[in-house]
């Protein structure tokens, strides 16, 4: 009986040569020198010698971030320290990374928020919540939309029908069907009219009325529509993917191609690497700043280096 093949992740250098053995079902980059791995179901933590230094117990284990990480254990999610100690116990159905100070949870199907040190921003009593932007964010709590502040205060009562993110001082906010938008205080500064309102950028928002669509200023006057941006080209250590006929290559920033396109599928510059294929049925190389192969070693799958360091899948 023929062996089934099995795709394990690895970490190699800069040479092509393996750190850390093929051995993990999956595999994450390091993160304050720590890595999450899984070996069939369970998921723990390797340092860059690959060792153990959290055994796999988890069903989830996420990215370490100012000495936490996220897991989840008998389907609960808490939070522990880079020795495997839980710094927030697993007692939430859900929760998030921490973003400037704060997780969003769920429990029970409700949501709320927590600090780093597991306390209560926001009790968990709201039926969902937004992401904070321009330091509100909306709320929805009894079928009602309101906006909380970053210490959990209900800024902007619930009182709306929905609510979007505020953007450039402003947000839409619907009410017996008709979109609006009002101010950090909760006053309407364009009031309930519009069929659809997107959100203000530089100025202005696209909305439709009656029927009709429009720029308007925060005023509600028509404007003029803003300008077409080109496509934005990303640089990338100072190079950019470019596609020429069927085939990337890659430019400088004067727009010279320093790295004739003879790739199917070419991914930015990290770390002074670049992760090419050359058909769709090839396997991933990396090339360096030159175009040429530094190793000849080929994968089933790779990522970027991150801090010297490469995931990759091979077949064993």
């Not at 993990?24 to 720590?34: M, R, T």
């Not at 700043?289 to 064993?316: H, N």
Request: charged share 25%.
């Amino acid at each position: 009986m023929k062996k089934e093949k099995r795709q394990l992740w690895g970490y190699i250098d800069k040479t092509g040569k393996y750190v850390i053995s093929p051995a993990f079902d999956d595999a994450c980059d390091f993160h304050e020198n720590l890595a999450a791995v899984r070996i069939d179901w369970q998921r723990g933590y390797i340092d860059r010698g690959g060792s153990y230094v959290i055994e796999p117990r988890f069903q989830f284990a996420g990215n370490f971030h100012d000495g936490m990480a996220r897991v989840m254990t008998d389907d609960k999610f808490g939070f522990i320290d880079c020795h495997g100690n839980y710094l927030i116990a697993p007692a939430f159905d859900k929760a998030s990374d921490f973003h400037h100070g704060l997780s969003m949870i769920s429990l029970n199907g409700k949501y709320g928020y927590i600090t780093p040190d597991g306390n209560y921003v926001a009790a968990p009593e709201y039926d969902y919540l937004g992401e904070f932007h321009e330091g509100l964010a909306w709320m929805k709590f009894n079928g009602k939309y309101g906006y909380i502040d970053r210490e959990g205060n209900r800024a902007i009562a619930p009182q709306f029908d929905n609510a979007n993110d505020f953007s450039d001082g402003l947000a839409v906010v619907m009410t017996h069907d008709r979109y609006g938008y009002i101010n950090r205080d909760g006053a309407f500064v364009l009031s309930p009219g519009f069929d659809v309102a997107g959100n203000f950028y530089n100025g202005v928002a696209h909305v439709k009325k009656e029927g009709k669509w429009e720029w308007i200023d925060k005023n509600g006057a028509p404007a003029a529509a803003p300008e077409e941006a080109a496509a934005p080209v990303e640089y990338h250590e100072g190079l950019a993917v470019v596609k020429i006929g069927d085939k990337y290559g890659y430019a400088d920033e004067s727009g010279a191609i320093v790295i004739a396109p003879a790739f199917w599928q070419a991914e930015p510059f990290c770390e002074g690497m670049a992760r090419v294929k050359t058909g769709p049925k090839s396997k991933w190389a990396y090339i360096d700043r030159s175009g040429t192969y530094p190793f000849k070693e080929r994968f089933a799958a790779a990522e970027d280096f991150s801090g010297g360091l490469a995931r990759v899948m091979t077949e064993i």
